[in-house]
């Protein structure tokens, strides 16, 4: 009877299991499918209003190139704006902290009306097993997506009409990263910029900008 049980028990969880990763599969794939039909919009001409902005951060260098890149922004019109980073990666969180201070410093302005912090979920960790990643993935894009409808940004620096901008890593020469192969192949970023001449000739929609960082 208690084996019967404990059969019965393991099915419904099972089932559970794969019902919520069926759940969220569903809703990634039609927040993907959302987010490629706005991006075949034109850009709307708006007034020159500030724009919130989706700031991504990472570390192996990349939050280096991403506070090099903020620094040749206009600050005044993108902001606020929502740095992210692991919940592992504190380095990066407080690069941008600094950075958020020394324009506070110098537009006699609080640092909280323009910059805001906040850490996400890590899909994988340096060194973890890709049949452990699965699960952690999972619970990285559902916490990705609760972000992108708590933040609601308008532009993201990689619901409303977002635009995408990515920025191809400077160590990029040849070949495109996953993450930018990605969005030039399904056509989700809005404009995505390469700093060598040979990832544009490879790739003919990216704009080719030199070097930025």
């Known amino acids: 009877m208690d084996k019967g049980n404990g059969c019965s028990f393991s099915a419904v969880t099972s089932t559970a299991i794969i019902s919520s990763v069926i759940f969220v599969i569903t809703l990634i794939l039609v927040r993907v499918l959302f987010v ?4 075949s919009r034109p850009m709307s001409r708006r007034a020159k209003k500030p724009v919130s902005t989706l700031i991504i951060l990472g570390s192996g260098g990349h ?19 929502f740095y992210i980073a692991a919940a592992t990666d504190n380095m990066s969180l407080q690069k941008a902290e ?4 020394s324009l506070a410093a110098e537009n006699g ?5 323009a910059g805001k912090f906040m850490k996400i979920y ?6 973890q097993s890709y ?18 409808i708590k933040i609601r940004p308008e532009v993201v620096l990689g619901i409303r009409w977002s635009s ?18 990605l969005l030039y192949k399904l056509r989700i970023a809005d404009q995505l910029f390469v700093q060598w001449p040979r990832l544009q000739q490879q790739y003919p929609r990216a704009i080719y900008v030199g070097r930025l960082m």
């Open 36 to 39: 490629i039909y706005c991006s």
């Open 109 to 113: 302005t609080p640092i909280t009306n």
């Open 164 to 181: 995408i901008f990515y920025v191809e890593s400077i160590a990029r020469v040849r070949r495109l990263s996953l993450s930018g192969l």
């Open 63 to 81: 939050t280096a190139e991403m506070l090099d890149l903020l620094a040749v922004l206009q600050k005044d019109r993108f902001y606020p704006r």
């Open 122 to 127: 890590r899909s994988r960790e340096v060194g």
């Open 131 to 148: 049949i452990t990643s699965i699960w952690t993935t999972l619970v990285a894009m559902v916490h990705a997506l609760w972000l992108m």
């Open 98 to 101: 600094l950075l958020e201070n």
